[in-house]
């Protein structure tokens, strides 16, 4: 039998993001080298929903779900009907694909919420499962919390966009190989990388053609930059048996504290989800569903003003790194970066901390996104931008003070 | 290898309080006796938050969560540590204990959620999982779920408060046989029957003889009606090693809508919860955690009113039923009734489905709440008074069509 201790800590959260708050930093004062170094305190854990507000209109949008009394309060476990009608005629024309609202869709609390439910729905003790090295957190802890097992595969990421990409041959063996589903994000968290058309296509006819199921996180479609195109898997001619997209208005949109994901998939495996929602948290909060309203219905203009604030801060933040030769590749899409620090004198998590505790910059370590990547940082750069500005230069002079 | 199929099919949600708009009522239309039955519809399977609204200042807490902007969308994933602060005074005085609001609480997506973390915690592959018949139908589904297996309790409920309760030396016998955890309701779903303090401090003592988990869903306890006396057993003098008790504002104080439920505990239980929160759906949805604010502050005098009303409507029902010499225990807390119907010439599942077609009233099967209740009804009588007294005659008239 399986020891629950063990289960858990797998499921080690403390170095999430987010939970940065719950870690001592009293051991830190005998290794500190030189003094504070000073300036507005930056969480790049996640996005700064101060410095980019949500949505207009969203408090307007809840507060219209809240006066709908008991109808908005008790959805279907898959939620409001008439949201989902709504979603699925916007999402189809964004993913180039229509979307039954009845049987193709369902809202769920926010898209990590989303993502849980796809893994539960499609992994059990032993199921195989292609995950991308590096890729979001949780998709790790997902597979093995459901009993399944990681069959790692490695994107480059550092190189021409050309060059860059996931192994396909790697990935075809792992089919071959017996796996049954495959999770990635594209555009891929943390690095940015956005999957090109002819990936995105092998992928569905590597899917289709061994009978694996796609779980893919598109989280941060809509953040594309200039120049960029994004493949939607859901509009490929060759389609996989099984597909589930997942989305949400969490990053781009501001509406985090909202709670509200969505997955668009095969009948049978939406009806899967659903029911595992049934005993997880019955359905996302009522009200809060109504803010999906706003959603691809934001006011003219303002969608493509919050991308090119996001990509001028890209532009200077990269800008600092690489003038301190800290190797970082350009995110195509979305508001993270992944930059490689030098060899330092303490281990990473240790300067994640002194980074918190010296220079009041919080980031991801590497780690959490896969074993390997022990020499690199993730940084939500959603912020302010000058207070941002300021924050990476304090990491580049702290890579500086530690470096080996 | 298990079958995802069958995993799945053990969670079937169609019967499912809530999920009845699904249901397919075309094929009624052949065994249909008589004409539709007049009156105002009347869904029991939750309670009408139209009726019975949402705790006076629901909405301004809500905003001031909002208008905190990042703070409040960003929380631990256990929650907002100074609303945690608060509800640990109030519900260590509600319950009679005090409680750390560092480790011994965790804020979940609805009570509903805070149960999925519970199980999730406690509950892995080949887990013996003591489980009272009947209860609250998600105890059941997640205990398969996770893989344990299900050590069935009986519950009288029918006879006098002091021959009620669950049969001590079934469990006794149960935890003596490997069983490990132990999960119930009180007040009982869908009973309304409330634990005596000897039934809960005998199951304290051999929780605590046996090393017994106890996971115990009070989701009810502030809904007491004239008379009654509830026990905390997280108050009792001998405590398990192992203690997770569940509450939440969505039926009493009508805040459903928000999806907000916490869970006190041993503080290993509690970090495990909150590992699991991290991937299931991070944290409940941040702006509602401010609602929370407004539990057990309720103004003078309304929380009392409230009651009143509904045992008002509970002795109507009651009345009704039992003039129609349907056996309906009588419930001592929370908005549920739990008739036994006559023999009846369809099965229990049809005669739900005629209720809704033919006369407007919707009830969550017995089923549900363990198999062997096939010829009972649950009925959340938290509704407006005279529709509910309506409703309830015509379930009777329905009864009388129908029967066998």
Redesign the interface.
């Known amino acids: ?4 201790d063990e ?2 800590s797998a ?3 403390e170095n ?1 993001p ?2 940065e ?2 870690q001592d930093t009293t051991s830190l004062e005998s290794i500190v080298i030189g003094k504070k170094l000073g300036g507005i305190p930056v969480d790049f854990s ?1 996005g ?3 410095a980019f ?1 949500p949505t207009p209109g969203a ?1 307007t949008a ?2 219209a ?2 006066d709908q ?2 109808q ?6 898959r939620g409001a ?1 008439e949201i989902r009608k709504r979603l699925a005629e916007r999402l189809g024309s964004f993913t180039g694909c229509q979307i039954s609202a009845d049987s193709e869709l369902i809202i ?3 898209t ?2 989303a993502l ?1 439910l796809a893994l539960g ?2 992994v ?4 195989k499962v292609a995950v991308v090295e590096p890729d979001y957190f ?1 998709n790790r ?2 597979v093995k ?1 459901f ?1 399944g097992e990681i069959i790692p595969i490695s994107l480059k990421y550092m190189d021409s966009p050309a060059e860059n990409g996931i192994d396909l041959n790697q990935l075809e063996d792992a089919f071959k190989g017996g796996t049954t589903v495959f999770v990635f994000s594209t555009p891929n968290n943390p690095t940015g990388l956005v999957y090109s058309r002819s990936a995105i296509t092998k992928i569905a006819e590597l899917a289709a053609m061994y009978h694996v199921t796609i779980i893919v996180d598109q989280l941060y479609s809509r953040m594309l930059y200039s120049g960029e195109i994004f493949t939607h898997l859901r509009s490929c001619a060759i389609q996989p048996e099984n597909l589930i997209t997942i989305m949400g208005p969490s990053k781009t949109e501001s509406l ?4 509200l994901g969505i997955a668009i998939g095969t009948p049978k495996l939406i ?2 989800m ?3 929602q ?11 569903q109504a803010v999906l309203n706003t959603w691809f219905a934001e006011p003219e203009g303002w969608m493509e003003k919050r991308i090119r604030a996001h990509e001028a801060i890209r532009n200077d933040l990269l800008e600092i790194f690489r003038a301190a030769n800290i190797r970082t590749a350009t995110p195509q899409a979305g508001s993270y970066l992944f930059p490689q620090l030098p060899p330092l004198r303490v281990d990473l998590n240790t300067f994640v901390r002194l980074l918190r505790h010296q220079a009041g910059v919080t980031v991801t370590p590497g780690p959490e996104f896969a074993p390997a990547f022990m020499d690199s940082i993730r940084l939500n750069f959603s912020q302010d931008h000058a207070a941002a500005v300021a924050a990476v230069k304090r990491i580049v002079k702290m890579a500086e003070i530690y470096r080996l």
């Open positions: 039998m399986e020891s629950l289960k858990f499921l080690e959260a999430a987010g939970q708050l719950r996640h700064d929903v101060d507000p408090e809840w507060k779900g809240f009394g008991g908005q309060a008790y959805t279907e476990y009907l769920a609390p926010g990590q919420g849980f729905a499609t059990t003790n032993g199921t949780a802890k997902l919390f009993g985090s504290g909202f709670r009806d899967r659903e029911r595992l049934a005993i997880v948290s019955l359905r996302a909060a009522g009200y809060n």
